[in-house]
């Protein structure tokens, strides 16, 4: 019994883990190298690809999402009033060949 019911002792392991110093990376062959001397594909652990966008771009587009909804909200609302008058959909026009 422990402290929060029946449990089981855990087993234990010994972990050797490589750490270079700061402004270095691990190479595949386990030696540490400067950043910029080594290609990513010879790290241990590769970096992985950069996001398309920043959490400031997406936090904008967000907001920008959030604002044409209002607008689009308003101006349906506004036309619902007769205040502005409906967007008119004209018919494709039949070439004459």
């Known amino acids: 019994m422990g402290r929060f019911g029946v449990g089981a002792i855990p087993g234990s392991r010994m972990i050797d883990r490589a750490v270079c110093e700061k402004g270095m990376v691990l190479g595949a062959d386990e030696i540490c190298y400067n950043r910029k001397s ?6 241990m652990w590769p ?18 999402r959030a604002a044409a909804g ?14 502005i008058k ?11 060949n």
């Open 70 to 83: 209002r607008l689009t909200r308003t101006a349906v609302g506004l036309q619902d009033m007769g205040l």
């Open 47 to 64: 970096r992985g690809a950069r996001p398309l966008l920043g959490p400031g771009e997406m936090r904008a587009i967000r907001i920008a």
């Open 86 to 96: 409906k967007p008119v959909v004209s018919k494709p026009r039949k070439r004459g």
């Open 38 to 43: 080594i290609r990513n594909s010879d790290r």
